[in-house]
């Protein structure tokens, strides 16, 4: 038996030097903001052979998980997902929104999981960035809403939030390799 | 009136699955409830659909076991375009089960349930996780990865794409596996059966024998079991009929459309999720004394209702762990001991399905035309018997839909093996986080499917404990967010 290498079985998310995971669940209207601006990048830029932008669905914490434990690491990790500040005193933020939150601005918690579903993906990218000493930007787009039944309808300023955001990681990310070199550091 | 302790984890869309511990007013515990979410709007989010387009969507509902929902959903599709699928077809959409079980076995005993018992349950938080595992044990770490790594390589290689799959059509799988993948498929699949059997072996040697007491007393309860086997009673996980079998070894079996003549869904008032129970069996009761109806899904439900498994190592694990336990065994935490033998199993499945010649066929589907029809299939999900049914009309577009996912058939198991865990582990008002910890460690070794819509940011769940006095009023709120 002939033992494959691990570059050879190197899943793209531990391969490449910049992996843009796009969380969030289409089938949850704003939800899907994730995974529209990964559709978006790959179908409209050429994303570098040094590069990976993932739909990583609602799959995210497996991934991470991966990235955690494995030897092979990208350098810069970009996490795109919807999140919900409006109401969050100090920070308020308008629908459509894109921002970027410092990751020590996510507090760690303190949590037992009782299934992968509920593992705290901050805790992940902040154990991430620990272990493997890579710097981890987070993308957000803030919420009109989130449906409390299915819809795969994005609201139309969330909608027109996923241009930008496409624009924003591909300009920043996705052009230059040094760039990422630059941002590990 | 006692106290009562409610663990109540908080998220975005109404992700809110609840432990409630009633105490009385001795300090013992009186009752409890698990309250576990259910997604909703899906029905009416899937009507007026193509149905064939239905097993890319379903795959979205979870990110954990997209390829139970992705095959039970393109099964369905067979039925409702009335079709059999390629025998290359069907060992495909075999091959891809196998291997995700072993993506998904491997990741839930080794990264979820197994830092409880390497680690212990009474270890802090910050190290009963898989990293504490990974730097306690760095060689299992790199092996775990190493072994994930290639199960999601080969499912890659199989299909596309193991994250989203869409190569379950109905009437077959879309695309031909080559003779130069299966090359390299091959070695693959006989590494992950290594690790497989080494997992087997190290954790009956070093794990289980340090936590006999703990198995023999957490969660345990008496109760039936469904699962999948083929005619002569050997396990499958992707095709058979519906074994139930009582407590006392007895049982029916089942095609899986005729599912309604034997589970019925009881409603409590305190859960959105409904409880499945066996209608033959009497009326529905979670009463730990004299429970009726109950039955339960996922692994140890599969190990105890199959007469063999057609693998060798994975039949010999089954020999012993009957010898052991006998059957059916009902205590709780032996689902991550058979968890153990599904992986094995699987693992040798892929080799097997990859030395089959037929798994390299051309033909990999039938054409289909739209009917009116309903359907109903069903597949083993990790997490249990996964039943898909829809009903399509003369143009094709879905005009119902309704699915039984692995959890809710295990909703009333697992309320019942907490309020038994919490009856044996909480006494005269004493309780710690260490207490705490072996109470989930009874809902974790169900390997519930809590929300697959909650993924927050900020940290998904975090726990809080209420405390209330006889009086009604709040003693006391412990968290543990810091």
Same mark, same amino acid.
């Given at each position: 038996?002939?033992?494959?290498?691990?570059?050879?079985?190197?899943?793209?998310?531990?391969?490449?030097?910049?992996?843009?995971?796009?969380?969030?669940?289409?089938?949850?209207?704003?939800?899907?903001?994730?995974?529209?601006?990964?559709?978006?990048?790959?179908?409209?830029?050429?994303? !570098?052979?040094?590069?990976?932008?993932?739909?990583?669905?609602?799959?995210?914490?497996?991934?991470?998980?991966?990235?955690?434990?494995?030897?092979?690491?990208?350098?810069?990790?970009?996490?795109?997902?919807?999140?919900?500040?409006?109401?969050?005193?100090?920070?308020?933020?308008?629908?459509?929104?894109?921002?970027?939150?410092?990751?020590?601005?996510?507090?760690?918690?303190?949590?037992?999981?009782?299934?992968?579903?509920?593992?705290?993906?901050?805790?992940?990218?902040?154990?991430?960035?620990?272990?493997?000493?890579?710097?981890?930007?987070?993308?957000?787009?803030?919420?009109?809403?989130?449906?409390?039944?299915?819809?795969?309808?994005?609201?139309?300023?969330?909608?027109?939030?996923?241009?930008?955001?496409?624009?924003?990681?591909?300009?920043?990310?996705?052009?230059? !390799?040094?760039?990422?070199?630059?941002?590990?550091? | 009136?006692?106290?009562?302790?409610?663990?109540?984890?908080?998220?975005?869309?109404?992700?809110?699955?609840?432990?409630?511990?009633?105490?009385?007013?001795?300090?013992?515990?009186?009752?409890?409830? $698990?309250?576990?979410?259910?997604?909703?709007?899906?029905?009416?989010?899937?009507?007026?659909?193509?149905?064939?387009?239905?097993?890319?969507?379903?795959?979205?509902?979870?990110?954990?076991? #997209?390829?139970?929902?992705?095959?039970?959903?393109?099964?369905?599709?067979?039925?409702?375009?009335?079709?059999?699928?390629? $025998?290359?077809?069907?060992?495909?959409?075999?091959?891809?089960?196998?291997?995700?079980?072993?993506?998904?076995?491997?990741?839930? *005993?080794?990264?979820?349930?197994?830092?409880?018992?390497?680690?212990?349950?009474?270890?802090?938080?910050?190290?009963?996780?898989?990293?504490?595992?990974?730097?306690?044990?760095?060689?299992?770490?790199?092996? $775990?990865?190493?072994?994930?790594?290639?199960?999601?390589?080969?499912?890659?290689?199989?299909? /596309?794409?193991?994250?989203?799959?869409?190569?379950?059509?109905?009437?077959?799988?879309?695309?031909?596996?080559?003779?130069?993948?299966?090359?390299?498929?091959?070695?693959?699949?006989?590494?992950?059966?290594? *690790?497989?059997?080494?997992?087997?072996?190290?954790?009956?040697?070093?794990?289980?024998?340090?936590?006999?007491?703990?198995?023999?007393?957490?969660?345990?309860?008496?109760?039936?079991?469904?699962?999948? $086997?083929?005619?002569?009673?050997?396990?499958?996980?992707?095709?058979?009929?519906?074994?139930?079998?009582?407590?006392?070894?007895?049982?029916?079996?089942?095609?899986?459309?005729?599912?309604?003549?034997?589970?019925?869904?009881?409603?409590?008032?305190?859960?959105?999720?409904?409880?499945? *129970?066996?209608?033959?069996?009497?009326?529905?009761?979670?009463?730990?004394?004299?429970?009726?109806?109950?039955?339960?899904?996922?692994?140890?439900?599969?190990?105890?209702?199959?007469?063999?498994?057609?693998?060798?190592?994975? @039949?010999?694990?089954?020999?012993?762990?009957?010898?052991?336990?006998?059957? #059916?065994?009902?205590?709780?935490?032996?689902?991550?001991?058979?968890?153990?033998?599904?992986?094995?199993?699987?693992?040798?499945?892929?080799?097997?399905?990859?030395?089959?010649?037929?798994?390299?066929?051309?033909?990999?589907?039938?054409?289909?035309?739209?009917?009116?029809?309903?359907?109903?299939?069903?597949?083993?999900?990790?997490?249990?018997?996964?039943?898909?049914?829809?009903?399509?009309?003369?143009? /094709?577009?879905?005009?119902?839909?309704?699915?039984?996912?692995?959890?809710?058939?295990?909703?009333? #198991?697992?309320?019942?093996?907490?309020?038994?865990?919490? @009856?044996?582990?909480?006494?005269? /008002?004493?309780?710690?986080? /260490?207490?705490?910890?072996?109470?989930?460690?009874?809902?974790?070794?169900?390997?519930?499917?809590?929300?697959?819509?909650?993924?927050?940011?900020?940290?998904?769940?975090?726990?809080?404990?209420?405390?209330?006095?006889?009086?009604?009023?709040?003693?006391?709120?412990?968290?543990?967010?810091?």
């Amino acid at each position: 038996m002939t033992r494959p290498t691990m570059e050879e079985i190197l899943p793209d998310h531990c391969a490449k030097d910049v992996v843009v995971l796009c969380c969030g669940n289409v089938l949850f209207g704003d939800d899907g903001f994730g995974p529209a601006v990964a559709e978006r990048i790959n179908a409209t830029e050429d994303v !570098p052979d040094w590069a990976v932008v993932l739909d990583a669905g609602t799959a995210v914490r497996e991934l991470l998980f991966d990235m955690i434990l494995s030897e092979h690491r990208a350098k810069l990790v970009v996490v795109v997902d919807a999140v919900d500040l409006a109401d969050d005193v100090g920070v308020k933020r308008t629908p459509g929104e894109v921002f970027e939150i410092p990751l020590d601005d996510i507090p760690r918690v303190n949590i037992s999981e009782f299934s992968l579903h509920q593992a705290p993906t901050s805790n992940l990218l902040q154990e991430l960035r620990e272990v493997a000493n890579l710097k981890i930007v987070v993308i957000a787009c803030q919420v009109e809403s989130i449906p409390e039944e299915m819809s795969d309808e994005i609201s139309p300023v969330v909608h027109a939030a996923v241009d930008r955001a496409a624009r924003l990681i591909t300009e920043t990310y996705l052009r230059e !390799p040094v760039l990422a070199e630059t941002n590990s550091t | 009136m006692g106290k009562t302790i409610t663990i109540a984890p908080v998220s975005r869309i109404e992700g809110h699955a609840k432990v409630t511990i009633q105490l009385d007013d001795a300090g013992n515990v009186a009752d409890t409830q $698990v309250n576990v979410v259910e997604l909703r709007g899906f029905e009416k989010f899937c009507v007026g659909r193509p149905v064939e387009e239905l097993p890319r969507i379903v795959t979205s509902i979870c990110g954990v076991c #997209p390829w139970s929902h992705h095959l039970a959903s393109a099964k369905t599709t067979d039925v409702i375009f009335g079709v059999e699928p390629t $025998v290359t077809g069907r060992k495909l959409r075999e091959l891809c089960n196998a291997l995700a079980f072993q993506e998904e076995h491997i990741l839930h *005993f080794f990264i979820l349930a197994g830092p409880d018992f390497v680690m212990g349950p009474d270890a802090d938080y910050t190290v009963r996780n898989v990293i504490g595992i990974a730097q306690k044990y760095p060689e299992i770490g790199k092996a $775990v990865i190493r072994n994930r790594h290639l199960a999601a390589q080969m499912l890659g290689i199989a299909s /596309g794409k193991s994250i989203h799959p869409v190569t379950a059509v109905p009437g077959g799988f879309s695309k031909p596996l080559t003779e130069a993948d299966r090359e390299k498929l091959l070695p693959m699949a006989e590494e992950t059966l290594e *690790f497989a059997k080494f997992a087997m072996s190290y954790t009956k040697e070093n794990i289980f024998p340090n936590y006999a007491d703990e198995i023999a007393s957490i969660g345990v309860i008496e109760t039936g079991f469904l699962g999948m $086997v083929t005619d002569d009673g050997t396990l499958n996980l992707y095709d058979g009929k519906l074994r139930l079998m009582k407590p006392d070894g007895t049982y029916e079996e089942f095609a899986c459309e005729q599912y309604k003549d034997y589970i019925e869904e009881h409603i409590e008032p305190w859960s959105y999720l409904k409880f499945p *129970f066996a209608k033959k069996w009497g009326p529905f009761s979670m009463d730990l004394d004299s429970p009726s109806g109950i039955y339960r899904t996922n692994s140890l439900a599969r190990i105890n209702v199959v007469d063999r498994i057609s693998t060798p190592l994975a @039949q010999a694990e089954l020999e012993e762990f009957r010898e052991a336990f006998g059957r #059916p065994a009902q205590q709780t935490l032996l689902y991550n001991y058979a968890r153990l033998i599904e992986l094995l199993y699987n693992a040798e499945l892929a080799v097997q399905l990859l030395n089959d010649p037929d798994i390299t066929g051309r033909e990999t589907r039938v054409p289909v035309t739209p009917r009116a029809a309903r359907g109903i299939a069903c597949v083993e999900a990790p997490r249990g018997t996964l039943i898909h049914e829809y009903e399509a009309d003369e143009n /094709g577009m879905v005009t119902d839909v309704n699915l039984i996912v692995g959890t809710t058939h295990n909703n009333a #198991p697992i309320n019942m093996s907490v309020k038994q865990a919490a @009856q044996t582990l909480i006494k005269e /008002g004493n309780y710690d986080q /260490g207490t705490l910890n072996r109470v989930e460690m009874a809902i974790r070794a169900y390997d519930p499917c809590l929300s697959c819509a909650t993924h927050k940011l900020d940290g998904t769940l975090p726990i809080r404990i209420d405390i209330y006095g006889s009086d009604g009023k709040r003693i006391e709120t412990l968290t543990n967010t810091s």
